[in-house]
């Protein structure tokens, strides 16, 4: 039997967005220069891995659309600079944790634009938000998330700063987040709704 070289399992993964050799598409190996199995940096110690563990959001008809509740303005400027509000670029490193540093800095953005910025906590925790969607969404053993979670997350019950919950990849990945902070350091960071 031919073995299928990288790319040819690339393409039919891109292609296919990620239904077909799943296990090729979740992490990245940089010194073996490949994608590998999620447990290759536990064999090999010291390898830098990367994951990108996406899940498709389902459909939910209880969503709340944004293009219902808004009208798309006919003259938009050609311009538009958010810069001023936004953080810096963070690194997940090994963990596929995007929806958490999403929702973080979603957050982080709304919150300099409301004055109410935590900047001398280190902004919004995204290990909170990475680990109160998966918590919420009922497979916080798993790698990846749904940013619907994520929101359902911090309008239930917020999240908390930075300094309470600082980020270290694949650290404390299966701790509920209602275990690890007290609900009233979580209370003044929650949002009133969300519209997809």
Not at 39 to 46: P, S
């Amino acid at each position: 039997m031919r073995k299928t070289g990288y790319w040819a399992k690339r393409a039919v993964n891109i292609l296919s967005l990620g239904k077909w050799f799943k296990q090729y598409s979740l992490t990245y190996c940089f010194d073996c220069r490949k994608l590998v199995h999620p447990n290759h940096q536990a064999k090999r110690e010291g390898h830098r891995v990367v994951s990108f563990g996406w899940r498709k959001d389902p459909r939910d008809p209880r969503d709340l659309l944004w293009r219902r509740l808004f009208k798309v303005p006919r003259i938009r400027p050609e311009r538009v600079d958010l810069r001023d509000r936004a953080g810096p670029v963070r690194n997940q490193l090994n963990e596929g944790s995007c929806v958490g540093f999403a929702a973080m800095a979603l957050k982080n953005w709304w919150e300099k634009a409301q004055k109410d910025y935590p900047g001398k906590q280190g902004g919004i925790s995204p290990r909170c938000c990475y680990n109160g969607a998966k918590w919420i969404g009922g497979y916080l053993s798993q790698e990846g998330a749904y940013l619907r979670d994520a929101l359902k997350f911090l309008k239930k019950y917020g999240t908390c700063t930075e300094a309470e919950w600082p980020y270290v990849p694949v650290a404390d990945r299966t701790v509920s987040p209602l275990d690890r902070v007290k609900p009233e350091q979580l209370e003044p960071w929650k949002i009133l709704s969300y519209v997809r």
